[in-house]
């Protein structure tokens, strides 16, 4: 069977990861199916090699994640919207948006978001990107870039006084209980629900034992900052995703932040014990290739004589587990 030189290149690289000839072209036929393209693919093997070097991941996670779930693989930016002012793009998971100034090792072939967008605009290298909100790393979704300062100004302005309207979809562990459907089951401190949704209003703060998560306030704690998010059920289901955590039961929710907390909506889903499916920090369902958080829609009421945006990024998670019971 002739292989094409985009699979040769993808051959190539799972070959230098160890993966035997068989394996190697299981995995070339997959990109081949599935259409993603020798840089995405190319990317993400060499981001597997950048971690092994870094001691972040073993030999044996590499070849779990590329034979277990090579949906891991894709890595493509889509452009959601456009216009004079705005540039929104559908960010994939595991990517960053900018290199910090502080400084940071990067990949040769890693793309952030600010690479996408200078490649296509480089003109603005000089005035730098304009990001109108932030996005975790990790999670995948809607992210909105100023292609003017006028832009940046009025998006900016929208988040800071919480009229943009988030949406995210996530997996979490677990079958999710509204109140109403067994008895207080969603409910405690900072916890309320009804029989559409639960509202999750536990104040947040920084883990004294860890610099990089956060954690829901003790009774008792002063530095907790006011935090809120509405989650619905969608749908119950089992995680399809091979791995040890296969089989497991999980739920579709929608979370909508009213406010915009550092790690939020994965503090507060651990909160009322349903940290979301890939959550290395605060789940136990971690041998997955992502996180399963994605920034799904968004409305930004914007000022006269700009038109108002609405923007919805397809959900990624429908693949990754099978419905049970349609509860919304």
């Not at 004079?84 to 100034?101: A, E």
């Not at 003017?148 to 988040?159: D, I, N, V, Y």
């Amino acid at each position: 069977r002739r292989v094409h030189g985009q699979a040769q290149n993808a051959l190539t690289g799972f070959r230098s990861l160890g993966l035997s000839e068989e394996q190697a072209t299981q995995l070339a036929a997959f990109c081949t199916r599935e259409r993603t393209s020798e840089e995405e693919t190319l990317g993400r093997l060499e981001q597997l090699q950048f971690l092994l070097s870094e001691n972040v991941i073993k030999q044996q996670d590499v070849h779990s994640i590329l034979l277990e779930q090579p949906y891991f693989l894709k890595r493509k930016f889509t452009v959601l919207f456009e216009n004079n002012d705005l540039f929104v793009v559908n960010k994939p998971f595991d990517v960053r948006i900018d290199i910090p100034k502080h400084g940071s090792k990067k990949f040769s072939r890693e793309i952030t978001v600010a690479d996408f967008y200078l490649d296509k605009f480089p003109a603005d290298r000089e005035c730098g990107v304009r990001f109108c909100h932030q996005l975790d790393h990790a999670t995948s979704g809607i992210l909105v870039l100023a292609k003017t300062k006028k832009g940046a100004q009025a998006c900016g302005a929208l988040f800071e006084s919480r009229r943009a309207k988030k949406e995210y979809t996530a997996l979490v562990e677990g079958h999710v209980s509204l109140p109403s459907q067994n008895g207080d089951a969603a409910s405690g401190d900072g916890v309320t629900g009804d029989t559409e949704s639960i509202e999750i209003e536990n104040f947040i703060e920084d883990d004294p034992n860890d610099d990089f998560k956060m954690r829901v306030s003790p009774p008792d704690s002063t530095k907790g900052k006011s935090a809120h998010t509405t989650l619905e059920v969608v749908e119950w289901g089992t995680l399809t995703m091979p791995g040890q955590a296969v089989g497991k039961p999980v739920t579709l929710v929608r979370l909508r932040p009213v406010t915009g907390r550092r790690h939020q909506l994965r503090v507060h889903c651990h909160a009322i014990g349903h940290p979301i499916v890939g959550d290395s920090e605060y789940g136990s369902v971690r041998d997955t290739y992502r996180l399963c958080l994605h920034a799904r829609k968004l409305y930004l009421p914007l000022p006269r004589p700009m038109q108002h945006v609405s923007l919805e990024a397809p959900d990624p998670f429908l693949h990754l587990f099978s419905p049970i019971t349609h509860t919304h």
